[in-house]
């Protein structure tokens, strides 16, 4: 089976009707074809499921939220009271409090959260088990502390934490009260948190001293004074010790209460009952241009989301261990923190990607007993790059599934997990957004696994390929596009009252259909590629963020007069990102320069996104607006013809763009 550049696309994993009438999604289609009276198939097929879910989302939504005991008993008619593009209107009346259903599981069976650190990796330390009471009883004390400190249903609590317990405490804590949560990684800088929080003025601060990564420690009590004195709204830190016991902050703004403190006295959580649409959580888009936007979902709309990716595609079930690397500054903490709501163990993992050798998520998979095992497409890659066999080094017998994300899973890669890890597992590659909370093209155990493609649009996502004229495309790429209203979009973006910014970075150019900034094709077999990004957002491992930061990083310093940053997908799957310099007059581009450019990047925006190279040019070309020229630059070095990748008409300075054609030529793009 060919792809349309005439490259086989090899079969690695093929569904059997026994194994796909043992999935929860057969359970859930058996019971819409009892209730709805829809012929799905026998064995039942992915395709009629999806175009039954697509062209009838009322019944599909009401058929999930009574499913899933979200909100049962929910007739057709009060599921979509409005269905336009920005602004579709979900269950109107409604009360759903999402802490409320994570915390639903009262099983003794298997805790609730199973903790790893870097020391638990190298053999210092053990896992440490949470049970669902104590996470309760934690949770319950936290918002009782909050209620105490005054916060009240919209304000902000802020976390600047890694993926440890306190931060999911934290997080279900604010939830339970109706506070709107949001947090960074501590990785970030100064002044790439500020750009977050500033916007959204925080009442409570939660922040950790310190982290550890890839073996070293990293105090952040400096920073954490910074964003105190930088945050007149905050009125209370709340300091969780990772570095320093027993130690809190000194002076500065607002009071200070322990961790210990705010969660001592344990007791079961209040929630408030919530309308559907409530403000959950404020997650930040990459900062293309200007600061990051605080995009804000609601919790009606994460609640069923989740309970369709977790439990219908990724077939996660009670008692499952669940798995995915990530960052609290990547929506896929947020994910794999939703999976408590389907009844599952939430394996957190608080350190480097690779530490202490690159399988460390393979070896923390076979510790832990993880039987869905989430990461990033550019971790397995490096596995395979390092000639690494998982499967021969480790007991991967509970691991059902793999997820991969953040950017596209080569073909190669494909075959080295079915080599090298486990011949049987499903592995699934899947293709979302912080902007939905969800994926949009994803995995299913209902389908084969191809080499090098997602398997197809997820259940109720209108997914498309269009072409530049609006015109859907199959065989070539178009521009990934949703024309149906999904029930985690955006309520709004913070800041924004009359919804402007929300419009143009989703609806334009064509109003009342999604642009998400893929590129996609869809295969004459119904299969999925993406191919990155069609914007110059920074995606490096998952984590996306914004020219606009690194830029803020670099342009203080004197001996820069202009710069451009590229995230470039290659085609084997890597991921090139160059900084190209244009310097003062009398400058030049000397180690000491670059490693004060790499300083800057790696302190003051983040250091997940040093670049690669930094390089200097003759000049920056701009628009004629003056926005720098970053896609079509990032398109010449993908290997698009010059001609097609710049208008030289709407370049300040075309001669500019010719040395970024003869690099791309030499670097070997063309």
Known sequence: MPDVTGNAREVLWRPTPESIGATRLAEFAARVQQRRGVDLGDPLGYDRLWRWSVEHLDRFWAEVADWSGALPGVPDDRVLGRRDMPGAEWFPGA??????????????????????????????????????????????????????????????????????????????????????????????????????????????????????????PHDRREVVAELRAALPSVRTTIAVPRLFPGELPDGGPGEVLAWDDAVADEQEPEFEPLPFDAPLWIVYSSGTTGLPKGIVHGHGGVVLEQWKQLALHGDVRPGDRFYWYASTAWIMWNIATSALLVGATVVVHDGAPAYPAVDAQFALAARTGVTYLGTSA?????????????????????????????????????????????????????????????????SSLLLPV????????????????????????????????????????PLYFWADPDGTRYREAYFEPWPGVWRHGDWLEITERGTCVITGRSDSTLNRGGVRMGTADIYAAVEPIPEIADCVVLGVEQRDGGYWMPLFVQLAAGAELTDDLVARIREAIRTQASPRHVPDEVIAVPAVPHTRTGKRLEVPLKRLFQGVDPQKAVNTGAVDDPAAVDHYVALARERGTR
């Open 378 to 442: 550019g971790y397995l890659t490096a596995c395979e790059k390092a000639g690494i066999r998982p499967g021969d080094t480790h007991d991967l017998s509970r691991v059902r599934a793999i997820g991969s994300t953040g950017s596209p899973l080569p073909a190669s890669t494909f075959s080295w997990v079915y080599d090298a890890v486990r011949s049987d597992v499903f592995l699934g590659s899947l293709s979302g957004g912080t902007d939905v909370a969800t994926g949009f093209i994803g």
């Open 95 to 216: 009360t759903v409090n999402y802490a409320e259903q994570a915390l639903r599981s009262a099983s003794d069976a298997h805790p609730a959260l199973v903790a790893v650190t870097e020391e638990t990796l190298a053999g210092d330390a053990e896992p440490v088990e949470i049970s669902w009471a104590e996470l309760r009883g934690r949770v319950g004390a936290f918002a009782a502390t909050l209620r105490r400190l005054g916060v009240r249903r919209g304000d902000r609590v802020a976390g600047y934490l890694p993926n440890v317990p306190e931060a999911v405490v934290a997080f279900l804590g604010a939830a339970s009260i109706g506070a709107v949560w949001s947090s960074c990684a501590p990785d970030f800088g100064t002044r790439s948190v500020l750009d977050r929080f500033a916007q959204i003025e925080p009442t409570v601060l939660v922040a950790v001293d310190g982290y550890r990564f890839n073996g070293r």
């Open 450 to 489: 191809t080499a090098g493609e997602l398997q197809r649009p997820m259940l109720a996502v209108a997914a498309a390929a269009w072409d530049e004229q609006g015109r859907p495309v199959v065989g070539e790429l178009g521009e990934l596009v949703v024309t149906e209203p999904m029930p985690s979009m």
